[in-house]
């Protein structure tokens, strides 16, 4: 295993995270929140510059309804196996 899969997949959870976020309206604070950190924490996280507690997983992935193996197979995956959350404001149309 090379070093750089470790970052691969830090880097698509977080883009995950995001992109989950930005579908259904969360905000940083929200998920900061549900897994007891503070929003720059989070932020942080997001932005690749502190590591993921993998005990956090389960709450984030509960947060948006998908598994822990969704969250981290990808943003991707997850919508071609049609598991997304419904979106912001859902009225029958797909947001990102």
């Not at 969360?26 to 005990?55: C, F, M, P, Y």
């Amino acid at each position: 295993m090379s070093t750089s899969e470790p970052e691969e997949l830090e880097t698509q959870l977080n883009e995950t995270i995001r992109l989950l976020m930005t579908r259904t309206g969360r905000r940083q604070a929200d998920v900061a929140e549900v897994i007891g950190i503070t929003r720059a924490s989070l932020s942080q996280r997001l932005l690749g510059h502190s590591a993921w507690k993998l005990n956090d997983l389960p709450k984030v992935a509960t947060y948006f309804g998908v598994t822990v193996c969704e969250l981290l197979s990808g943003y991707a995956a997850i919508a071609q196996a049609d598991r997304l959350p419904p979106a912001k404001g859902s009225d029958g149309q797909t947001r990102l």
